[in-house]
């Protein structure tokens, strides 16, 4: 192990064996993705290994052995992940990184971290008294400290052992501009549908079943831009559209063909020209760790099973358990293993380190950002593409488009996928659990803000500021069904609203729909019956966050008041957003700011008695 600033590079290696065709790294730190950290064998061709930055901090991995065989150090079959922990043994300061220190909404923001035994750092600034920390994380191997300063001088911090560190002197940063933008996700199959019927669709608003169409389409969209123009929409996020067998369309067949059920070519560049004149740009979803099994290279090599270092794909000879399906090749009988989406042999998983796939990623790309106005490109499974690989295509396609952003599909809070040439955004289903686990009583104020604090940490705040931030999405089941709730869902979003990022609406939220887990979330929207007080509060609160700067730049606080009341703090240099949230089972009489945009902005229209699971979003100077 060896330092490199504050992250540890830590070497991984495993004896390399005969009939060993790849070798992943697989763990907490890369979201257990099968494929974004690849091994490599060594000169003598005897070992497997790689190394990782990892900051300080709790982890968990194992090796994955032609993907499907779970194994330690030493080849063994494993049940559990193998437990670790990197300890930070000293202070630790950087005021030139953006894990340490930013401007955000006017102030600047320090943070140190420290061994867990630091119980407490102040920070001293000329002329000013010793300043506590704004908030603190607690970890078994590490602890983080965050000052708020508007003060522009040189800084010295000073550990609870009476140690000195520093002084700083303040660096000279521009902050960096935020965004005010909401972002709008489409299922194409279910939003809207409009035109000719074709055969084989199921009846609009009738519950969606694994292999039911709908025959959502591009003509539905474009009949509802001037909808979403209204509501405040800036980006529209499409899941996949191309040529598929699925519904959800993310086993490819061919992708420079449009489904034909939802549209044309042609069509779909009418789409982005119509949007684009309303302001909104489109996000398109690169569906690149896998293939379908019909995707005409996968039919090529299928009987052959090419080795590796030739193949498009990763055929592999045995396994210990094989796949939850098997595909046959063309003749109906002869079984083909290979690495697969999820153990599921209906998706084959690329080679990402095969040239050849690499150019093909990235003719895919340049291909739809040349013909469309696209602002993002989101990654299907980013925990699995090869971080080596997207690397060197995004170095190639920002010579092109160097203002298109990169949106990773990744579940779990990392930093490994963020830093120079690497992906931009993720979606944020970290911080979708903690407002989940909050609504829900699991968790309380004091452990939100930690939580954020090590958010902002690990992501660094350039990250941070720019994260996807999601409720539901066509994965997961509705915020509405989570919470069981209007109030909780409306007030969740209202939340949302309020973080740095990019807010990101799942289609029908804004209608209060329900929906369980896949394929239940993924119902059509009723278009007939969506005029309710609801969905005006859903859009006051998309107009509040566009009207109030601190809203997307700005230091967010929750806290609880004694008679249970959760406030939370959006605040910048010149403004102060507070939400008010009643999680009790009774009636709470508070005190309130100027607007209350759950009430037409209208002023102390409930006197101050806010209701079991109601809320309450003003903003004042």
């Known amino acids: 192990m060896s330092d490199s600033g504050l992250k540890k590079s830590i070497l991984f290696s495993i004896p390399y064996e005969e009939g060993d065709e790849s070798c992943y790294l697989t763990g907490n730190f890369n979201c257990y993705g099968d494929g974004s950290i690849e091994l490599l064998r060594t000169e003598d061709g005897k070992t497997w290994e790689t190394r990782v930055g990892l900051f300080p901090g709790a982890y968990e991995y194992f090796y994955s052995i032609n993907q499907y065989r779970k194994v330690n150090e030493k080849r063994e079959k ?29 102030f600047s923001v320090i943070r140190c971290i420290t061994p867990p035994l630091t119980k407490l750092v102040k920070i001293v600034q000329k002329g000013q008294r010793k300043h506590l920390p704004d908030f603190k994380y607690n970890s078994k191997n590490y602890n983080l400290f965050e000052f708020i300063t508007r003060s522009e001088s040189d800084y010295t911090f000073l550990a609870d052992d009476a140690t000195r560190h520093g002084p700083y002197a303040m660096p000279s940063l521009n902050e960096e501009p935020k965004s005010a933008n909401v972002i709008y996700q489409i299922f194409p199959d279910r939003f809207r549908r409009k035109g000719k019927l ?4 199921a009846e609009w608003n009738q519950k969606p079943g694994k292999g039911t169409f709908f025959g959502g389409n591009i003509e539905g969209i474009i009949e509802k831009i001037d909808y979403l123009h209204e509501f405040g929409i800036d980006h529209v996020y499409l899941t996949p559209f ?22 044309t070519m042609s069509q779909l560049v009418s789409l982005s020209k119509e949007l684009e004149g309303a302001g909104i740009s489109m996000i398109l979803d690169m569906v690149f760790n896998h293939t379908s099994i019909f995707f005409p290279q996968f039919r090529v090599e299928l009987p052959g099973k090419l080795a ?13 358990r094989g796949m939850k399906i098997r595909w046959p090749v063309k003749d109906g009988e002869t079984l083909a293993l290979y690495e697969a989406f999820k153990d599921y042999g209906g998706m084959p998983k690329l080679n990402h380190k095969n040239e050849e796939v690499k150019n093909f990623m990235l003719n895919v790309m340049e291909y739809y950002a040349a013909k469309l106005n696209v602002s993002f490109l989101r990654y299907d499974v980013a925990e699995s593409i090869n971080l080596n690989s997207i690397k060197d295509i995004f170095s190639k396609f920002s010579e092109r488009f160097p203002k298109i952003g990169h949106i990773a599909e990744i579940w779990c809070l990392s930093g490994i996928f963020f830093g120079e040439g690497l992906y931009t955004s993720f979606m944020n289903y970290h911080l979708r659990g903690l407002i989940i686990s909050l609504m829900k009583k699991e968790i309380g104020p004091s452990r939100i803000n930690r939580e954020l604090l090590n958010m902002r940490f ?3 705040d350039r990250a941070y500021g720019k994260m996807m931030n999601i409720l539901g999405s066509h994965d997961t089941a509705r915020i509405k069904t989570m919470l069981e709730s209007e109030n909780l869902s409306l007030a969740s979003y209202a939340l949302l609203m309020i973080m740095d990022g990019m807010p990101c609406i799942y289609y029908g939220d804004e209608f209060s729909m329900e929906g369980g887990p896949d394929p239940d979330c993924r119902g059509t929207i009723d278009w007939i019956n969506t005029k309710s007080d609801f969905n005006e509060k859903f859009r006051s609160i998309v107009k509040f966050r566009k009207k109030n700067q601190a809203s997307y730049d700005g230091i967010i606080k929750f806290t609880r008041e004694k008679n249970g009341l959760i406030r939370v703090h959006k605040y910048s240099s010149q403004q102060t957003i507070e939400l008010g949230l009643n999680l009790t089972d009774r009636a709470i009489h508070c005190e309130r700011a100027e607007e209350d945009i759950t009430n037409s902005e209208q002023k102390n229209v409930h006197s101050g008695i806010i ?7 003003n903003a004042r100077k």
């Open 458 to 460: 690990v992501l660094g």
């Open 242 to 263: 191309y040529k598929s067998a699925s519904n959800h369309r993310y086993d490819i067949d061919d992708y420079f063909e449009i489904d034909e059920k939802f549209g």
């Open 308 to 320: 590796h270092e030739k193949s498009w794909y990763k055929f592999i000879s045995e396994t210990a």
């Open 198 to 201: 074709k055969e084989g669709l």
């Open 78 to 106: 494993i049940v559990r992940p193998i437990k670790a922990g990197i300890r930070q043994e000293t202070f630790f300061h950087d005021p030139y990184s953006d894990h340490f220190f930013s401007k955000t909404g006017g």
């Open 611 to 617: 209701g079991p699971t109601e809320f309450f979003l």
